[in-house]
């Protein structure tokens, strides 16, 4: 079973950016579609952007779009989300999460959590001046 921790979180100045790792253990996270989440202070967790495994396919939200972009190293086990241009309105707990269904349902099911497990503790991501 994958595990998955993320890390990279931090506080920035609106603007600024951040690079959040997810890194797998237990599997190879090559196997998986991943997703990018994301919980502000008393909201639902929201879906953030997911990365398929077979062509590298991407889905972002519309909140992010142009503003994010998700990437994987398979080398090092790793999906990355890069955040540009960071707004208070993305101040929140990020998670990573991977895919419970075959990679081709990917673009039906993203960003829905409900379709996503194997949670980890999260990162903080603060924007704030």
């Known amino acids: 079973q994958v595990q998955l921790v993320e890390s990279g979180g931090g506080s920035v100045q609106p603007g600024g950016s951040l690079r959040l790792s997810c890194v797998a253990s237990?599997?190879?996270?090559?196997?998986?579609?991943v997703g990018w989440f994301r919980q502000a202070p008393g909201k639902g967790r929201e879906g953030v952007s997911c990365i398929s495994t077979s062509d590298g396919s991407t889905y972002y939200a519309d909140s992010v779009k142009d503003r994010f972009t998700i990437f994987r190293d398979n080398a090092k086990n790793t999906v990355y989300l890069q955040m540009d241009g960071l707004k208070p309105e993305d101040t929140a707990l990020y998670y990573c999460?991977?895919?419970?269904?075959?990679?081709?349902?990917?673009?039906?099911?993203?960003?829905?959590?409900?379709?996503?497990?194997?949670w980890g503790q999260g990162t903080q991501v603060t924007v704030s001046s």
């Open positions: 237990g599997v190879g996270l090559r196997h998986f579609p």
């Open positions: 999460g991977s895919f419970h269904l075959e990679d081709r349902y990917l673009g039906r099911y993203c960003p829905n959590p409900d379709f996503f497990g194997s």
